[in-house]
């Protein structure tokens, strides 16, 4: 099913005004290997870095246009997805004006750039199961409503949100709806990418923090369609990717099965961990985990997380996040570190 809605009604103005810079490897590309560059003031002296890096990245959107069979003209990078990000409410979101919503308890970051970028937001609450209130977020949006979060799986809760409401907030909803796949390649549910063709307004960002093992390279990737696409191209920083990014991204992209062998090994740990948490007593719940971490109600986070910190292993307290009171979100490891983990939390349990 595809709908009627005009993405260019939803860009700011001053963004449709604008004429990009244009880089001198903008303008000047496609060139045969002898060509002599004296065209960007660079040092003419080789050492792997000092040439400016390509600006669209060609060779890496070229292969993971390949990994997830979606064309290049489709995907924007970032650096981190939070580049992705701010770039998106620099295009779609009038300061002082248009509002975005957001699903709490979820990635803390949204809220962060919604500050960041004077847009103001509205927040609906996940329901006591985690799963978005569909109605109650479609009755709270408004003319100005540009952007819709979710997080699927989501941070800190670890679960999917239900495909069948997903479904009908990117039918319903008037702007954009971003949903942040970050732990997709952990979850049994299936990437939105598939869907892109069929809704104009739906943007899908993943990156290669977490499954990809490259959270020190800072890559984010957003999927759109090509319209989308060109309108976060024309405000990106010229050469945002840095050559070194793009070089590690793509020498660990193509050695085969490496990431989906170390995603198998997490999911095997995440299940051996979920048993293991069952028998530490002062665990009340565990949620069920979509991701690579898993988030556990406790009798008093706050003593809890310290008595892990002097004991040398840090997690992450999200007890002041709505619907997490006393909550703690243990990121699963190696197999060493967890068995580290579960005989800390049998020690403190029995002290
Ligand atoms: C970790 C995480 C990211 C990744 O951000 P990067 O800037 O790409 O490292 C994005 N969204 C969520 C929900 C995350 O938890």
Not at 33 to 62: C, H, I, S, W
Not at 205 to 224: D, P, V
Not at 292 to 320: C, H, M, P, S
């Amino acid at each position: 099913m595809t709908k009627k809605m005009n993405i260019q009604d939803l860009i700011r103005p001053t963004i449709k005004a604008l004429k990009p810079y244009s880089s001198a490897r903008d303008e000047f590309q496609g060139v045969p290997a002898d060509m002599v560059f004296l065209d960007a003031n660079e040092n003419p002296f080789e050492n792997g870095v000092n040439r400016y890096p390509d600006p669209q990245q060609g060779t890496l959107k070229a292969l993971l246009s390949e990994i997830k069979g979606i064309t290049s003209k489709k995907i924007l990078l970032g650096n981190g997805s939070d580049e992705v990000l701010d770039l998106i409410f620099r295009a779609f979101c009038e300061p002082n004006q248009d509002n975005v919503i957001i699903l709490p308890p979820t990635y803390g970051m949204y809220e962060v750039l919604a500050n960041l970028n004077a847009v103001d937001i509205i927040k609906v609450d996940l329901d006591n199961t985690f799963q978005p209130k569909v109605n109650e977020i479609l009755n709270a949006a408004n003319a100005n409503s540009k952007i819709l979060f979710l997080c699927s799986p989501n941070n800190p809760t670890a679960n999917s949100f239900e495909s069948s409401k997903i479904e009908k907030l990117i039918t319903e909803f008037k702007g954009l709806v971003v949903i942040d796949e970050a732990y997709i390649d952990f979850s049994n549910e299936a990437s939105w990418l598939s869907r892109l063709n069929e809704f104009p307004n739906l943007v899908v960002t993943q990156t290669l923090s977490k499954a990809y093992a490259m959270a020190g390279i800072r890559l984010g990737i957003c999927y759109a369609s090509a319209e989308i696409i060109s309108v976060l191209n024309t405000i990106k920083p010229p050469y945002n990717i840095n050559e070194l990014t793009q070089k590690k991204a793509i020498e660990l992209l193509s050695i085969k099965d490496l990431a989906s062998n170390q995603i198998s090994d997490i999911l095997k740990e995440r299940t051996k961990l979920m048993a293991e948490l069952k028998n530490i007593t002062f665990i009340s719940k565990i949620y069920p985990s979509d991701a690579n971490f898993i988030l556990a109600k406790v009798d008093d986070a706050n003593k809890r997380y310290n008595q892990l910190i002097e004991k040398g292993i840090v997690i992450r307290n999200r007890t002041t996040q709505v619907g997490c009171e006393n909550c703690l979100r243990f990121t699963v490891g190696t197999y060493d570190e967890n068995e580290k983990l579960i005989k800390t939390l049998l020690l403190i349990s029995k002290s």
